[in-house]
């Protein structure tokens, strides 16, 4: 199904999710493209599925699912399975544990110990958080995954920076100035205000798009009215952009098109003589096309990152291969 994009009144898009049901959703102009993409790559959790307003303010589980499930798109096998038993008091929930062993979000203080004498901080779930919260959230993350490679930007000067917890002055700096984080208008950051689940999105893509396997969406930037080269393939195969639809050329022929609000990553690969396409769709999996039929091949349930003539890799970090099958990995028969 598509995604429909309709004008609503004043600085408000309204976007049709891509479920069996539409559900339209109320997101601020700005933020549309950084929403539309999270939704594309498939990264927005299935607990978003039934709001319907983006401009509301955010609770620290949504943000916890919301960046859990962006991160766990990136290769990161540093901790796995560490996470697995419950480490909060007030909540189980897989994205809060997965942070808390990242030391990305912590608790607070319970005074509610488990059978080995360790305290169980309190998550609370439903609590709202501010801007000057997801700035240390956010600093935290880069740290984590990037180490001490944060891009150098400077944006802006903060001319509230007064208003801003001492524990967050440093993040917040670092996060305006890595170009993370904006202002609201005039150098005003307003660190105490609650953070809005589009701005949480929004944060939260480029965060991801700082990671190493982080793929933005074939021709994002690219606003084309006439037929642009995206990218071309080690195979010669050419793929353009014109529209909201992308492009497989051979030559002069047209083997395949992909609509933008469907498919957002294309690879392309030659194996035994046939050209194959592997195509991430709006629901955060890959389908693989046959390009000489158009028909589906195989379907993969995760995003992927690299495709050659052996393998197909996902960004769960598993390899699917179609010259050999092991337990761990699906097999794809090209």
């Given at each position: 199904m598509k995604i429909k994009i309709i004008s609503a009144i004043l600085a408000f898009t309204m976007i049709a999710t891509p479920t069996l049901a539409e559900t339209w959703i109320t997101v601020s102009s700005w933020a549309y493209n950084d929403v539309s993409n999270f939704k594309k790559e498939g990264m927005l959790p299935e607990s978003l599925d039934s709001e319907s307003d983006f401009t509301k303010p955010i609770t620290r589980l949504q943000l916890a699912q919301i960046l859990h499930s962006?991160?766990?798109?990136?290769?990161?096998?540093?901790?796995?399975?560490?996470?697995?038993?419950?480490?909060?008091?007030?909540?189980n929930d897989e994205s809060a544990n997965y942070l808390y062993w990242r030391r990305i979000i912590t608790g607070e203080?319970?005074?509610e110990y488990d059978e080995n004498g360790i305290e169980k901080p309190y998550f609370y779930p439903d609590r709202l958080l501010t801007r000057e919260e997801i700035a240390v959230i956010a600093?935290?993350?880069?740290?984590?995954?990037?180490?001490?490679d944060m891009p150098q930007k400077q944006l802006m000067e903060i001319s509230d920076i007064s208003t801003v917890s001492n524990w967050a002055v440093?993040?917040?700096?670092?996060?305006?100035?890595?170009?993370?984080?904006s202002g609201v208008g005039d150098g005003i950051f307003s660190p105490k205000d609650n953070l809005t689940i589009e701005q949480a999105i929004s944060i939260v893509y480029r965060l991801y798009n700082l990671m190493p396997t982080g793929q933005t969406a074939d021709g994002a930037g690219i606003d084309a009215n006439e037929e642009t080269v995206v990218q071309t393939y080690t195979n010669g195969i050419t793929e353009t952009k014109k529209d909201n639809k992308l492009f497989l050329r051979q030559d002069e022929n047209i083997l395949m098109?992909?609509?933008?609000?469907?498919?957002?990553n294309i690879f392309c690969e030659t194996v035994d003589g046939t050209l194959y396409a592997a195509a991430q769709n709006c629901y955060g999996k890959t389908d693989i096309y046959n390009l000489v039929n158009h028909e589906i091949t195989a379907k993969i349930p995760y995003p992927i990152y690299s495709v050659d003539k052996e393998y197909i890799t996902a960004k769960s970090s598993v390899i699917y291969s179609g010259l050999s099958v092991c337990e761990?990995?699906?097999e794809i028969l090209f």
């Open positions: 962006a991160l766990t798109n990136v290769a990161d096998t540093s901790i796995k399975n560490i996470y697995s038993s419950n480490q909060f008091c007030d909540t203080r319970s005074n600093d935290r993350t880069i740290e984590w995954f990037l180490g001490n440093e993040s917040v700096k670092k996060m305006v100035n890595a170009g993370i984080m098109e992909f609509e933008t609000d469907i498919y957002s761990s990995a699906y």
